[in-house]
């Protein structure tokens, strides 16, 4: 399989998924900026969509969303419970974390990077973004991860966003909870592996 990335991006969460996961495949670079992969293609060409990530199988389907990467490889080792059985509540639960962080974080904070946004807007997303994390934080209470005492996919996602909402300088300072949770999912070994493949600090 092949994963297109980029570093730091929500990617990243994907890129988690893979080494958590076990599965072998291929990490290639595409920008962001430029819609280009390293040797100069046209990464438009590869997803008209434009954005990472993108998860091509080995018959050549290809894959994208966030969410669906996150179950679909879960998916490819049920024995190591990454996601609930399908069809169980908690698997139901986990999809509604995974649907919060893409819809109510991912865009929320993800906005921030946009250099064309005003600041007027920028502050609304902020003051939302911080709101909604403080739901998370409450959630988190008496927890290791998003779904108890076991990681999950969802975690993957919401550590990535986590990076981001230190990278915008969100104020997350009293938010013990989700402190000690993205402590403990940096300390993980496929966290750790992930943030040095792309160059970020570990």
């Known amino acids: 399989m092949k994963l297109y990335f980029s570093p730091g991006a929500c990617s990243l969460s994907t890129h988690i998924a893979m080494l958590e996961a076990g599965l072998p495949f291929e990490a290639v670079q595409a920008s962001t900026k430029t819609h280009q992969l390293l040797d100069g293609t046209d990464y438009y ?22 969410p669906v ?7 490819q080792v049920p024995e190591k419970k990454l996601a609930p059985a399908a069809g169980t509540m908690e698997r139901y639960r986990e999809q509604e974390w995974l649907n919060f962080i893409t819809s109510e974080l991912h ?24 709101t909604r994390l403080k739901w998370v934080d409450a959630q988190l209470e ?4 998003t779904m108890g005492s076991a990681f999950t996919m969802a975690d993957a996602y919401l550590f990535v966003m986590g990076t981001w909402a230190f990278h915008q300088k969100l104020d997350v300072s009293g938010l013990k909870h989700f402190g000690a949770f993205m402590a403990r999912m940096k300390a993980r070994p496929a966290v750790q592996k992930a943030l040095q493949a792309e160059g970020l600090p570990a």
């Open 142 to 145: 008496g927890k290791d991860y």
């Open 69 to 75: 990467l996150l179950q679909y490889i879960a998916d």
């Open 45 to 66: 060409t590869i997803n008209p969509k434009g954005y990472v990530p993108l998860l091509e199988l080995d018959d050549g389907t290809r894959l994208t969303e966030v």
């Open 107 to 130: 865009k929320g904070i993800g906005g921030l990077f946009n250099p064309a946004m005003p600041e007027a807007a920028k502050a609304l997303m902020r003051q939302k973004a911080e």
